[in-house]
């Protein structure tokens, strides 16, 4: 092969390389509106770092927890769960649903529930806990589990991320 033959091999590779690649813009095929939270929330938790996540295959629903930046950094560096004031974590549940671009997987689906856990700025005040359901979400009544859901969320330990 010629070096004029090899230079026109080359130029001609990376002419078809980006149709042959991944694509640099999401398609409305490709990003996931049915997952998107719906309501008015006090905060938008998907602007916010993830502490941790987990799927409960028997409900078929996938949870992330997410927290503002002062409850991250203490999650990420303390085994303790006296997160300090003003931070905030959030808890998002989504119903399940086949992945139609990867076979075998699962994606979120439309969102159950919000949970938000607050730490106030004064020590003598306890956490508080909102819980947002439906479609669009809105705020639930407090029930007497609201101590126990705020006990669970804050015992979260962070996952190990790079």
């Given amino acids: 092969m010629t070096p004029r033959m090899k230079a026109l091999v080359i130029i ?3 002419a078809l390389l980006p149709l042959a690649g991944c ?16 309501g008015k929330l006090p905060y938008n938790p998907l602007a916010w ?5 987990w799927v409960n295959e028997r409900n078929g629903t996938m949870s992330t927890l997410y927290g503002n ?3 991250v950094q203490y999650a990420r560096s303390n085994s303790a769960h006296a997160y300090p004031a003003g931070s905030v974590l959030a808890l998002v549940t989504w119903a399940q649903r086949d992945d139609p671009h990867w076979f075998g997987a699962k ?9 938000f856990v607050l730490v106030p700025s ?4 306890s956490s ?12 639930s009544p407090a029930t007497g589990a609201d101590a126990a859901r705020i006990d669970y969320l804050i015992t979260q330990r962070a996952a190990v991320m790079p």
Avoid: F, H, M, W
């Fill in 12 to 14: 001609a590779a990376a």
């Fill in 23 to 38: 694509t640099s813009k999401p398609t409305a095929s490709t990003v996931n509106t049915e997952a998107l939270l719906t």
């Fill in 49 to 53: 770092k993830v502490v941790t996540s």
């Fill in 69 to 71: 930046d002062v409850a």
């Fill in 107 to 115: 994606i979120p689906s439309a969102p159950q529930s919000v949970e």
């Fill in 122 to 125: 004064s020590p003598a005040a």
């Fill in 128 to 139: 508080s806990y909102q819980r947002y359901q439906g479609s669009p979400l809105a705020l």
